[in-house]
């Protein structure tokens, strides 16, 4: 099964209607599954498992509860989409900043985790009944962060996946672009691995003296798309940007502006 099933599949076995119904720990060990948390180097989580149980190491460094919740369910995910598999491939994973939100194409079985663990805390018919209607921006991505206790890179990265209001969003570190996620109703849609953060972006003054502002910004399109030759000069954005100090990154959201 895909990991949207699998994940579907335990929403409906205890009969989950909220975010707030779903306690991760009580899943966890009603499904054979064991916990602990101590210090990990260099990785948030890392599971070891068989056909029928696992055992799941959590990183106590971890202090947000939203991002215990998401490496959790992650964990979580390799159990439940690879437990059936185990005769063929691997039974241990070791799951960092890389795995998490690297949205690296070649990392099949991490991004398949990743699936899982965002149906399962996100799940679909919810994440779009509370999404609504509201206005874009990383108020509501906070927010909506805070309702279904998941970490903002993931609560962003849902949005974009699954939203009705052309977004995207991009990660970049040291002045270049890590990854970006485009969504489908979004005008652009490319934005290459590497590309350097240009000065019209809030996002290089953080690379610049390490201050961002908070609010939003009306910038040109070609200050993320300037690669992009079908970009019109006289198209713009709304751009905002969260700073992700743990990891020294910095989190940009665009949107649509309506003019
Ligand atoms: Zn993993």
């Keep these: 099964m895909n990991p949207l099933e699998n994940a579907i599949k335990l929403i409906e076995k205890y009969c989950y209607e909220s975010p707030q119904e779903l306690d991760l720990l009580k899943l966890l060990y009603a499904e054979d599954l064991k916990l602990k948390e101590e210090p990990l180097n260099d990785c948030e989580g890392k599971i070891l498992f068989d056909n029928e149980m696992g055992l799941i190491t959590l990183n106590n460094k971890i202090k947000d509860e939203r991002q215990k919740r998401f490496t959790l369910a992650h964990e979580m995910g390799h159990f439940f989409n690879e437990k059936h598999l185990i005769e063929l491939k691997k039974n241990n994973y070791t799951c960092g ?88 109703y979004f005008p652009l849609k490319w934005i290459p691995v590497g590309y350097k953060v240009r000065k019209e972006s809030a996002a290089y003054d953080y690379f610049d003296c390490k201050e961002v502002q908070k609010c939003k910004d009306l910038i040109p399109a070609y200050t993320w798309f300037s690669d992009d030759f079908k970009c019109p000069r006289d198209l713009y954005f709304y751009e905002q940007n969260f700073v992700m100090y743990n990891y020294d990154c910095v989190l940009t959201m665009l949107w649509e502006w309506e003019g």
């Design 97 to 184: 900043f890389e795995e998490f939100y690297g949205l690296n194409k070649s990392k099949r079985w991490e991004n398949k985790a990743n699936e899982f663990a965002a149906e399962l805390l996100m799940h679909k018919p919810w994440f779009q009944s509370f999404t609504k209607n509201k206005l874009p921006g990383m108020e509501l991505i906070q927010e909506t962060s805070e309702y279904f206790k998941v970490s903002l890179t993931a609560t962003a990265l849902r949005y974009v996946f699954i939203g009705q209001y052309p977004t995207a969003i991009i990660m970049s570190k040291d002045g270049k672009v890590l990854w970006s996620a485009i969504n489908e």
